[in-house]
């Protein structure tokens, strides 16, 4: 085709009823509604967005008092004067405030306090956890009064610790950490924060002493999309909130993300930074304010490496990605503004409910978030989830389950899988897979179950390929494991199951891959099989009576 024919060519644009028809034979019989998801927080994913949907909705510009973000990071010090070392290079290699976590409270020395006033005044400080008997609180009383109003930041703490006279710290918000982690889904989180802020409207003089002290903490998990939209739903809502208290040109109020523990592991920690980079996109690109991403080793024990890493990570979106020049970068996305209206819908429905139902406390008494966690650990027990390094694709390596976290986290959904991993070898049981068959047939299948017992720290030696049942036998003879799975392929699985049980008269163990008939199982159940593994299993459940059995190992719950 010549050049000039090329510049004027253009391609038809198919419609959706076309992408339809040509999505549907690409599912080769399985439903087209099977492309569409559910999210626990009760929305339903569309397999594509269009501008169509956008037309369809009533969208509220987002807007942020600023472009770009604070950086906020905290260091890993074990007194004051190395607080005050740390922190000076972490602000000169681009970290932008004060942070700190007062979980575990340093020894001062009157020198470092000093340095601390003087910090202050110059960067503003992001201060959580912080009890009244800190006494990193002392820094505030060197302070002149002439420098004070320069004091500015928030601080995250139970009760107001941070003396009168320092306008510029704002010291009453919504901090979601805790109710995140207890479970709390987006539409739940953000319910619970305008919850929050309705009670403390309440018990303030005015709205505006109220809007001047308030802040919003939102902790970013993994769902990438569902995040974004979350963050970006926060400024509708507080918008609507405003003007449900009459004022109609509402303040703007500062919006802190941090990374979520919810899916950090202990099994596989540098996956956590993985996750820790997801999570912080997620949050600038919905338009956080303010963020802490937390080490990859938080967990167990932070280090000068670990925080560089995290402070690095959002170095990375603001100087190389350009993200900080753009007030709403996920704007005009079909599918995220969508997202971002159905949350606003939900969350507002869901804020009225609590309401009318007593309010953030009784809401908390409710068993709400216990039932939503709960789901959450379903999903992740049976695969429905994934957690990579954990619950599926695991490691066998030792692993480090030091409690050393520099911040209070209540609930991990790793933390049954931790716990029956940090079970001694010698408690776990010697474990084959019995292979029948061609190895293109039983491989599929004993990958699975190497898989499958892998989460829960088995390593399984794999046989050679039996043909014929007498070789299995004398095989495990050999071997005499405390625990065996038969793998071969579904055509063949039947007659090998059946003829080996009729033979075997071991003390091993047996289960087969595979999920069968209640009539078949029931037979091999009654001919000596203890179970079966397959896919969709509790997974959890399955690998702590396998312990249990074969080596009386304590129940893992």
């Given at each position: 085709?010549?050049i000039?024919n090329m510049?004027t060519?253009?391609?038809t644009a198919?419609?959706f009823?076309?992408?339809?028809?040509a999505?549907v034979?690409?599912?080769?019989?399985?439903s087209f509604?099977?492309?569409?998801t559910?999210t626990?927080?009760?929305?339903e994913?569309?397999?594509?967005?269009?501008?169509?949907?956008?037309d369809?909705?009533?969208?509220s510009?987002v807007?942020?008092?600023a472009?770009g973000w604070?950086?906020a990071q905290p260091?890993?010090?074990t007194?004051g004067?190395?607080?005050v070392?740390?922190?000076k290079?972490?602000?000169a290699?681009?970290n932008?405030?004060?942070?700190?976590?007062g979980?575990?409270p340093?020894?001062?020395?009157?020198?470092d306090?000093?340095?601390?006033a003087?910090?202050?005044?110059?960067y503003?400080?992001?201060?959580?956890e912080?009890?009244?008997?800190?006494?990193?609180?002392q820094?505030?009383?060197y302070?002149?009064?002439a420098?004070r109003?320069?004091?500015?930041?928030?601080?995250?703490?139970a009760?107001?610790?941070?003396p009168?006279?320092?306008?510029g710290?704002r010291?009453k918000?919504?901090?979601l950490?805790t109710?995140?982690?207890e479970g709390?889904?987006?539409?739940?989180e953000l319910?619970l924060?305008l919850?929050?802020?309705?009670?403390?409207?309440?018990?303030?003089s005015s709205?505006?002493?109220f809007?001047?002290?308030f802040?919003a903490r939102?902790?970013a998990d993994?769902?990438?999309?569902?995040?974004?939209?979350?963050?970006?739903a926060?400024r509708?809502l507080?918008k609507l909130?405003n003007?449900?208290?009459?004022v109609?040109?509402a303040?703007?109020?500062p919006?802190?993300g941090?990374?979520?523990?919810?899916?950090?592991?202990?099994l596989?920690?540098?996956?956590?930074?993985?996750?820790?980079?997801?999570?912080a996109?997620s949050a600038?690109?919905g338009g956080?304010d303010?963020?802490?991403?937390?080490?990859?080793?938080?967990?167990?024990?932070t280090?000068?490496s670990s925080?560089?890493?995290?402070r690095?990570?959002?170095?990375i979106?603001?100087e190389?990605?350009?993200?900080?020049q753009?007030?709403?970068p996920?704007?005009g996305?079909?599918?995220?503004?969508s997202?971002t209206?159905?949350?606003i819908?939900k969350?507002?429905?869901?804020f009225?409910?609590?309401e009318?139902n007593?309010g953030?406390?009784?809401?908390?008494?409710?068993g709400e978030l216990?039932?939503?966690?709960?789901?959450r650990q379903?999903?992740?027990?049976?695969?429905?989830?994934t957690?990579?390094?954990?619950?599926?694709y695991a490691?066998?390596?030792d692993?480090n389950?030091?409690?050393?976290?520099?911040?209070t986290v209540?609930?991990?959904?790793?933390e049954?899988f931790?716990?029956i991993?940090?079970k001694k070898?010698e408690?776990l049981?010697?474990t084959?897979?019995l292979?029948?068959?061609?190895?293109?047939?039983?491989k599929?299948r004993?990958?699975?179950?190497s898989?499958?017992?892998?989460?829960?720290g088995?390593e399984?030696t794999?046989s050679?390929?039996?043909?014929?049942?007498?070789q299995?036998?004398?095989?495990?003879?050999?071997q005499?494991?405390?625990?065996?799975?038969?793998?071969a392929?579904?055509?063949?699985t039947?007659?090998?199951?059946?003829?080996f049980?009729?033979?075997y008269k071991?003390?091993?163990l047996?289960?087969?891959?595979?999920k069968?008939p209640?009539?078949?199982?029931?037979?091999?159940l009654?001919?000596g099989?203890?179970?079966?593994?397959f896919?969709g299993?509790d997974?959890?459940?399955?690998?702590?009576?396998?312990?249990t059995?074969?080596k009386?190992?304590r129940?893992?719950?």
């Open positions: 085709m010549p000039h510049k060519f253009t391609f198919p419609n009823t076309e992408w339809k028809e999505a034979l690409s599912l080769k019989g399985k509604d099977s492309l569409y559910k626990i927080e009760g929305i994913l569309n397999p594509l967005y269009t501008k169509e949907d956008l369809q909705l009533e969208v510009r807007t942020k008092p472009f604070t950086i260091v890993s010090a007194n004067e190395q607080f070392e740390q922190m290079e972490s602000l290699r681009g932008e405030a004060i942070a700190y976590n979980l575990k340093l020894v001062w020395a009157e020198p306090i000093k340095q601390v003087e910090l202050i005044t110059h503003p400080i992001l201060f959580t912080v009890q009244s008997n800190d006494p990193i609180l820094a505030f009383t302070i002149e009064d420098k109003k320069d004091v500015t930041g928030i601080c995250i703490s009760s107001s610790v941070i009168e006279g320092f306008p710290v010291t918000g919504a901090d950490w109710a995140h982690h709390a889904d987006a539409v739940t319910a924060a919850s929050i802020a309705a009670e403390l409207a309440e018990e303030s709205f505006e002493e809007t001047n002290a802040y939102f902790a993994t769902h990438f999309f569902m995040e974004i939209a979350k963050f970006r926060f509708v507080w909130f003007e449900a208290y009459g109609e040109n303040k703007q109020v919006l802190l941090i990374t979520s523990l919810r899916s950090y592991s202990k596989d920690p540098y996956v956590n930074l993985l996750r820790g980079g997801n999570s996109f600038i690109l956080a303010w963020l802490t991403v937390l080490p990859h080793d938080v967990l167990t024990g280090s000068p925080n560089r890493y995290a690095n990570i959002q170095l979106l603001k190389e990605t350009h993200i900080d753009v007030l709403d996920a704007g996305s079909y599918f995220i503004e997202l209206t159905e949350l819908r969350s507002w429905a869901k009225l409910e609590i009318e007593g953030y406390q009784a809401f908390l008494q409710s216990s039932k939503l966690y709960a789901q379903k999903e992740m027990a049976t695969g429905k989830k957690l990579i390094g954990t619950n599926v490691e066998l390596t692993v389950y030091a409690n050393e976290s520099t911040v209540s609930k991990r959904l790793a049954p931790e716990h991993r940090s070898k408690e049981p010697k084959v897979l292979n029948f068959g061609a190895l293109k047939d039983y599929p004993a990958d699975f179950v898989g499958f017992l892998a989460v829960g088995i399984a794999w050679p390929s039996f043909e014929k049942t007498d299995a036998l004398s095989w495990i003879d050999e005499q494991p405390d625990y065996a799975v038969i793998c392929s579904a055509a063949d039947e007659e090998a199951v059946t003829n049980l009729a033979s071991g003390n091993c047996i289960d087969t891959a595979g069968y209640s009539e078949t199982a029931d037979q091999w009654a001919n099989l203890n179970g079966f593994i896919a299993q997974k959890i459940e399955k690998l702590n009576t396998i312990i059995q074969t009386g190992g129940s893992v719950e």
